[in-house]
């Protein structure tokens, strides 16, 4: 079984849709560049649509969009972190969190 990849990081964010209804997050790999998910807005007390069918400001699909389009570093950072606990390098993690460390891996590579 041939082990499946994510699309290569960077990734970006972009907020510019002309109602304000979505964000995109893609990321420019050698093929071109490539939309990896769309946020669109759900109604909410910060987010609402006006007369025009514009959405309001909404910060907590912005964080989300940070949140998603940093996951290729922050997969990149936990492995090099789960990495080096047989290296000798001293930590202090529990074996719990050398577990979870573990997990977190599998999820986002699509082995859990």
Do not use: Y
Not at 3 to 31: D, K, R, S
Request: net charge negative.
């Amino acid at each position: 079984m041939k082990t499946e990849t994510h699309t290569p990081g960077p990734w970006t964010w972009v907020e510019n849709h002309p109602q304000n209804a979505c964000v995109l997050i893609f990321a420019n790999a050698e093929w071109g560049e490539c939309n990896i998910a769309t946020l669109h807005c759900a109604p909410s007390d910060d987010a609402k649509q006006d007369e025009n069918g514009v959405w309001g400001d909404h910060p907590e699909r912005r964080a989300n969009a940070r949140l998603i389009a940093a996951a290729p570093e922050l997969l990149a950072l936990v492995k090099l972190v789960h990495g080096s606990f047989g290296g000798g390098l001293t930590v202090t993690f529990s074996e719990q969190d050398v577990a979870d460390f573990a997990a977190a891996i599998a999820k986002a590579e699509g082995r859990a």
